[in-house]
């Protein structure tokens, strides 16, 4: 299971109300943290990534030492002569990292993107999937 990180949300309020109170001129690239499910059965870890409107050539996942990260791009693709009164979309980078347990096998991580929902499946490692000892009779 992935473990709750307090100074994670303690740094995305942090960053959030540094936001507030600078000027967007000013600000610097965002980058997002996208919601995600995480759930586990008997296959292993599940992690739904939400990215709406992401093309899915512009995600990127990547498994070393224990973390798990993905990455996505959105960018805003302004028209010319046309004039935007709102953007409320997220456009920008995307970025998640999770802490893997090793009870999890990452180097056999399956990804599959679909209707904006990108689907993580982390299965467990071998060593600690329950195996069946047959018993002999004397």
């Known amino acids: ?81 046309v004039a935007y009164h709102r953007l409320e979309g997220p456009y920008g980078t995307f970025a998640r990292s999770f802490n893997v347990p090793s009870t999890y096998d990452l180097s056999r991580v399956q990804a599959r993107f679909r209707h904006g929902v990108l689907h993580l499946l982390v299965p467990k490692a071998e060593a600690t999937k329950p195996k069946k000892i047959q018993v002999q009779v004397e």
């Open 1 to 81: 299971m992935i473990r709750f990180d307090p100074f994670r949300e303690l740094e995305e309020l942090q960053e959030r109300l540094a936001r507030a109170f600078v000027p967007p001129a000013q600000q610097g690239p965002r980058v997002y943290a996208p919601p995600v499910d995480v759930m586990e059965d008997g296959e292993g870890l599940h992690l739904l990534v939400y990215l709406p409107g992401v093309d899915p050539g512009r995600v990127e996942v990547v498994a070393e030492e224990g973390v798990l990260s993905v990455k996505a791009e959105r960018p805003l693709e302004k028209q010319e002569g």
